[in-house]
């Protein structure tokens, strides 16, 4: 098992910034892939950006820019920084981490509320 603790999320006014962190502790297996994504209200889950264990990163379209994914291997940590921030990035956001290869190692985090309004 895996448990994942996420903080940092909380309000934030259009054009500031957050830092989300997320540490992971258990069976961590390696290879893995570290990641964010959020969920707003009436829409679908979806990738924020991702991360390997060697440090590739991946973002969504509509982050690219504005948002950068960083990890610590040794404390088996994700962050994610998120400046110009924008009214249609609330949502809740979930840490996740899976397998590079094996598809069946997947874990989520509790989630974490981001609110970004005047």
């Known amino acids: 098992q895996v448990q994942l603790v996420e903080s940092g999320g909380g309000l934030v006014q259009p054009g500031g910034s957050l830092r989300l962190s997320c540490a992971a502790s258990g069976n961590i297996f390696r290879p893995n892939v570290m990641g964010w994504y959020r969920q707003a209200p009436g829409k679908q889950r979806g990738l924020v950006a991702t991360i390997t264990s060697g440090g590739s990163a991946d973002y969504a379209d509509s982050v690219k820019g504005r948002f950068t994914i960083s990890r610590d291997n040794a404390k088996n940590a994700v962050y994610l920084q998120m400046n110009s921030l924008k009214p249609e990035d609330t949502a809740v956001y979930y840490c996740?981490?899976?397998?590079?290869?094996?598809?069946?190692?997947?874990?989520w985090g509790q989630g974490n509320q981001v609110t970004v309004s005047s």
């Open positions: 996740n981490i899976r397998g590079l290869y094996n598809v069946d190692y997947n874990y």
